[in-house]
């Protein structure tokens, strides 16, 4: 028995039976020859490689495993690394490395591969020998899972071939992560929420699960009370078609304190406190208001500027919460969005006709998978998740997210219609994941919001006074002629009439599709953008 064999047996055992991979020659002595009962799934990019074991690790909710090739590999995905931490995904990411009884005369392909994904990954190792590979990668499954994001295993090539000894796994076959509560450790919380005046919630990706859902639900009725979406959030932590959702705080101080500023009390669940984008100065929040964040992630409640911070799961706090504290009259929140008028004939579309169009026809338990930046307001606007994973983006703010994870969501959950919203910009970062949707038959819908230009930098060029723009416009590129050319279907929609036909066409049955399809609408830039 090889160590090949018993990593085989660990990739079994622990559920990681599915390889995403872009391999190289330092991988073909793992891959040749692939048990039957492994799936491998290629990837033309390591970004993409990445980034669908990313959407499958968020699906399934437990770790999945990609596969690299040396420096060039994990190079290229350092970025989709960065997206798998920050969007807290578990990914195990092992990296081939040349073989290990030549490494010292650094031969051709030798990688200095221990701090090229600088701090990303969540734990990093490379066994001290060959019979150790296979538990490192088992440990490598409980560090993604403990940590929230991408754990790396670095193998020497000539490992696989290695005799194992059968002795010893250096990792426990289950690690179990209790989640209750001691309501006495919650008197602080409890004291601070039934003593307010006007306390509101604030929630992000954290809470974004059945259990998170169900105690934020629970707790927002009996307080009585708004409740926020981060800004920038990889996920919606709360139901956005609730009466008590308020809508997505502001991305900068001011904004910040315009939102929360009626307010004596703020609970953080699920969400840092808080995550701005562009610097202004000034506080936080108003002088006098009280800050308790909840939260599971270690380094999300230690850097927030908070008067008490709960290290715990989210939804069983909420809960718990929501059991403890007495019931008091709500106040409400914002009312629903105004959808855009249609244009009228020869008026071109916008983004926000397209949105609109998907969001009536989307069924509740659709995930969208966002990558727009210039539209993102009008997305949240007009598509609120209604479900778990309703809602998906890239909170490391990259691009190249959006087709590669779709396509990982949707083979994750087959029974999930799966649609991924992103300009034509954001697209051409990840175009590379249209071959494997197409080869692998994933039947994900790709809304490529065309405006032949990065009008996110447009916008932000404009507000910053920056003068003529040195970027050129790309109007030459045809998105739908590229998806062709990887053998994914596309067709492109120049108006309304057009756009709302093919959606009726194609809405209704994304659920049991098993085609992927490209969708390039032709729009306008957006006039404005609001981080």
């Known amino acids: 028995m090889t160590v090949r064999d018993a990593t085989f047996d660990v990739l079994r055992r622990t559920g990681m ?49 990609a596969l690299l090739h040396t420096t060039a590999g994990l190079g290229n995905a ?99 992560r209790p989640v209750a509560v001691d309501d006495g450790d919650l008197a602080p919380l409890v004291a601070l929420l039934e003593g307010a005046a006007s306390p509101v919630i604030v929630t992000g990706s954290g809470a974004d699960s059945p259990r998170g859902w169900e105690g934020l639900v629970a707790l927002a009725e009996r307080l009585g009370c708004p409740v926020w979406q981060e800004s920038f959030g990889a996920r919606a932590g709360f139901p956005q078609d609730h009466p008590l959702f308020a809508g997505i705080l502001p991305a900068g101080r001011a904004g910040l304190r315009g939102a929360l500023g009626r307010h004596d009390a703020v609970l953080a669940v699920g969400a840092p406190v808080f995550r701005q984008y562009p610097y202004e100065p000034g506080p936080l929040v108003e002088p006098g208001t009280r800050v308790a964040i909840v939260s599971d992630d270690p380094a999300e409640v230690h850097r927030s500027p908070a008067e008490l911070a709960f290290l715990a799961d989210p939804g069983t706090v909420a809960g718990r919460l929501a059991a403890l504290l007495p019931g008091r009259a709500g106040e409400g929140a914002t009312g629903r969005p105004v959808p855009p008028p249609a244009p009228g004939p020869g008026e071109p579309l916008r983004a926000a006709h397209v949105m609109h169009e998907l969001a009536v026809r989307l069924p509740p338990d659709a995930v969208v998978v966002e990558e727009t930046p210039s539209s993102r ?86 507000k910053n006074g920056a003068g003529k723009v040195p970027w050129p416009a790309f109007t030459e590129v045809s998105l739908s002629a590229m998806a062709r050319s990887f053998g994914c279907p596309a067709t492109r929609v120049d108006s309304h009439h057009e756009l709302v036909g093919i959606l009726d066409d194609i809405v209704p049955e994304l659920g049991s599709r098993t085609e992927p399809l490209l969708l390039a609408a032709t729009v306008i830039p957006d006039l404005e953008f609001h981080p």
């Open 78 to 176: 350092v970025g989709a690394i960065a997206t798998a931490r920050v969007n807290r995904a578990p990914v195990v990411v092992v990296v081939g490395q040349q073989d290990r009884r030549h490494l010292a005369l650094e031969p051709f392909l030798a990688g200095r591969l221990h701090g090229l994904a600088g701090d990303y990954p969540v734990w990093v190792d490379q066994p001290a020998r060959a019979q150790d590979v296979p538990g490192a990668i088992a440990r490598a499954g409980h560090e993604a899972v403990t940590g929230r994001g991408p754990a790396l295993v670095i193998v020497p090539m000539d490992d696989w071939s290695a005799e194992w000894d059968g002795t010893v796994v250096a990792a426990p076959h289950v690690v179990a």
């Open 377 to 462: 307001p009008d997305l949240h606007r007009l598509m609120p998740a209604r479900r778990p994973l309703g809602f998906l983006s890239a909170a490391m703010g990259g691009l190249g997210f959006a087709l590669p994870a779709a396509v990982g969501v949707r083979m994750a959950a087959p029974y999930r219609p799966v649609v991924a919203v992103t300009g034509d910009g954001s697209a051409i970062y990840g175009i590379q994941a249209l071959w494997s949707a197409a080869h692998y038959r994933v039947g994900a819908l790709f809304v490529v919001l065309a405006n032949g230009r990065y009008a996110v930098m447009d916008r932000l060029a404009e």
């Open 17 to 65: 039976t599915t390889i995403f991979s872009n391999p190289g020659s330092t991988e073909v002595p793992l891959l040749t020859g692939l048990p039957e009962d492994l799936e491998f799934v290629l990837a033309l990019h390591e970004g993409s490689v990445v980034g669908m074991a990313t959407g499958w690790a968020l699906a399934r909710e437990r770790p999945a495993l």
